[in-house]
């Protein structure tokens, strides 16, 4: 493991005050993630697997579980109520265990407008068994509340 690893992996990037979540605040935590530490553009998740998480008899992690807990992270590193997911580019780099406790660190890396790009990754204890790229838009309203088509026949229908 780099040096750098190493300090992203027991450290934030700063020494920012903490900040309250205002984000994804109905999430089951018990399924994606406990917030361990929050700061301005950045987040750090826990995932402690459980019994419900598994996927095999020898004790498999599902990926699904992996990713939620990533894209958690992600979504509270940008922490804004109106925060929405467009794109991830993510790899899974190690298998996780039912027990295992995988942390999370996610860092806004590039803004643009309403854009954000947030680098995840995620560690089992000194093993990295997660890194992904999440492209996120923050929306002026929510996004189940938008009007994105008035009527089809802006689609020529």
Request: aromatic content about 6%; glycine content about 6%; proline content about 1%.
């Amino acid at each position: 493991m780099s040096s750098d690893e190493q300090n992203s992996n027991t450290e934030a990037p700063n020494t920012q005050e903490d900040v309250h979540q205002q984000t994804h605040l109905k999430i089951n935590q018990a399924l994606s993630g406990d917030i361990e530490l929050l700061q301005q553009g950045y987040s750090k998740v826990i995932l402690s697997t459980t019994e419900e998480m598994r996927a095999d008899e020898a004790g498999l992690v599902h990926g699904g579980f992996i990713f939620s807990a990533a894209d958690f992270a992600a979504m509270t590193a940008v922490n804004d109520k109106n925060v929405v997911l467009a794109a991830s580019n993510c790899q899974f780099l190690a298998p996780v265990r039912v027990g295992d406790q995988v942390m999370f660190e996610a860092q806004v890396r590039h803004k643009e407008g309403r854009k954000r790009n947030v680098h995840v990754k995620g560690y089992n204890s000194d093993i990295k068994v997660f890194e992904g790229e999440f492209k996120t838009i923050i929306t002026e309203h929510h996004v189940l509340n938008l009007s994105l088509l008035h009527n089809s026949e802006e689609l020529g229908d």
